[in-house]
């Protein structure tokens, strides 16, 4: 088989791209997120055993993570980082799955594993938007430090000890309110920015625009969703070895392909 028609094959083999070049950005209830995880669990249901196997990475990089903010912390944001580019590619795996679980599809297993290589561009361009955003973040996040500490910056376990005392609040709702701010950016830049492109074949900026107009609409809906996100990532992580993320992480996954499909159209 030549390399032509291998691709052809390929492409063949995956559910059809939207056809619609334009889009509506729908008002959504506020138990929309509670439809989107129950869902997202239904899909888990259908296919355990792949739906597991995506949240073994999402385990790992909470491990990983646990590992190095205790014995190293000053990596921990290379760590995210690299969290940051590689979960991208692992979400969209899960989205496809749950398109074709929607679309009544078969399942293709390797088929969700590369199904980003035909979105390359688009996924690319969003990783170096990821990763510009979290080097900013690391280097505000030490700006702030040695502001509220005489323009030195301390070891990171006295930062340990700042943040965890109270008479430093000032330093702590800086720090958290400046945190916040990113990861709110970052979380209103792939709330349904990966879907978007798989379903679609958009280009990144389009579904990053799409993305933040979808918050933009249902501000409070999806504050709701990110606490929701939160609690449940800080659950799993709160279990001994993290082991909820194997669990969590293909529900986020599997439930933001439903996100998607509810917020635009």
Not at 28 to 45: E, F, K, N, Q, Y
Not at 53 to 75: K, Q, R, T
Request: net charge negative; charged share 10%; aromatic share 10%.
């Amino acid at each position: 088989m030549t390399k032509l028609q291998s691709e052809e094959s390929s492409r063949s083999s995956m559910p059809p791209v939207s056809e619609t070049a334009s889009k509506e950005i729908i008002l959504l209830p506020w138990v929309a997120p509670l439809r989107w995880l129950s869902l997202g669990w239904r899909d888990i249901a259908a296919h355990p055993g792949t739906s597991f196997f995506y949240g073994l990475p999402f385990w790992c990089m909470a491990l990983i993570l646990h590992g190095v903010f205790h014995i190293g912390p000053e990596y921990s944001m290379t760590m995210i980082v690299g969290c940051l580019l590689l979960g991208p590619f692992v979400a969209m795996g899960l989205n496809d799955l749950s398109r074709r679980n929607e679309q009544g599809i078969a399942q293709d297993f390797m088929g969700s594993l590369t199904c980003w290589k035909l979105h390359l561009s688009s996924m690319g361009i969003l990783v170096v938007v990821l990763l510009v955003l979290s080097l900013i973040w690391g280097r505000v996040s030490l700006v702030v430090t040695a502001l509220f500490f005489n323009t030195t910056i301390p070891s990171d376990f006295d930062v340990m000890d700042a943040a965890l005392d109270a008479g430093n609040w000032e330093f702590i709702a800086t720090y958290t309110t400046v945190g916040g701010a990113f990861a709110a950016l970052i979380f209103s830049l792939l709330v349904v920015s990966i879907p978007m492109i798989l379903d679609r074949d958009t280009d990144a900026i389009t579904a990053a625009i799409t993305s933040f107009q979808v918050v933009g609409n249902n501000t409070a809906v999806m504050l709701l969703w990110a606490v929701l996100i939160g609690l449940l990532v800080l659950v799993s992580v709160l279990i001994p070895y993290a082991v909820g993320m194997a669990v969590v992480g293909p529900l986020l996954g599997h439930a933001s392909w439903h996100a998607y499909r509810d917020s635009v159209r």
